[in-house]
């Protein structure tokens, strides 16, 4: 359902309470900077559809809907559609853990339903969108130069890095690496050790190192990195 008939920004707000839904398209009219073109979906399932049929610059997403609810809401949604800014609406009270816990799954921000406040939601909005366009460019440009970036979380030892990685490294479509015993299985055994003792003096100093070394993909071929 279109809520805005301006061309504008559109944005597919999915929450099955219509006075919240009200309360959104209000406080977006009062952004000065971007004119938004709202769609209202009741539904993740309905919201999926729209989502398949045309683009949306964002997507504002409550947690509790009829057919999903929760953080797994979040998961369905970024992995059918993951190009484009999720923003989580956790519920009446601010809960910054399950807020953060939604970022880690693939949204772009949260916000909880009282804080849709006149300033405060349009520029959460508005630097989501901004955010994930730069994100995309990155990506795009990172594999157009065959590059990419990445890191490993000191506490848990968990690798994160650009979606680019993974085909740099010539692992199969739909692997990753999630743990940096999988990066270490791919460095060639000349670089392992120094690489190793690198890696050990990163992680109890707290401090970033760089270092160039090969890897042997699944394929058997040698690249530096």
Do not use: C
Not at 53 to 60: G, Y
Not at 67 to 93: C, N, W, Y
Not at 118 to 130: H, N
């Amino acid at each position: 359902m279109k809520a805005n008939g301006a061309s504008a920004t559109p944005v597919l707000v999915i929450e099955d309470n219509n006075i919240d839904f009200q309360l959104i398209k209000t406080f977006l009219r009062s952004e000065s900077l971007l004119t938004y073109e709202l769609y209202h979906a009741k539904s993740l399932g309905e919201g999926l559809k729209l989502l398949s049929e045309q683009p949306f610059q964002a997507i504002l997403l409550d947690l509790v809907l009829p057919d999903s609810s929760g953080l797994e809401t979040v998961v369905k949604l970024h992995q059918a559609f993951p190009s484009h800014p999720i923003i989580a609406m956790t519920g009446r009270l601010p809960d910054i853990e399950k807020g953060l816990e939604a970022i880690s799954l693939g949204a772009m921000d949260y916000i909880s339903k009282d804080e849709l406040q006149r300033m405060v939601l349009p520029r959460i909005l508005r630097y989501a969108i901004e955010r994930k366009k730069n994100i995309l460019g990155l990506e795009q440009a990172q594999r157009m130069g065959r590059m990419g970036n990445w890191e490993i979380e000191v506490a848990t030892r968990s690798w994160s890095g650009a979606t680019i990685i993974p085909e740099l490294l010539g692992l199969k479509a739909g692997r990753t690496l999630q743990h940096l015993n999988d990066y270490l299985a791919l460095v060639h055994e000349d670089y392992l050790i120094e690489l190793k003792q690198a890696f050990i003096g990163a992680l109890q100093s707290g401090k970033d190192f760089q270092m160039d070394h090969q890897v042997v993909t699944p394929q058997g071929n040698v690249r530096f990195v």
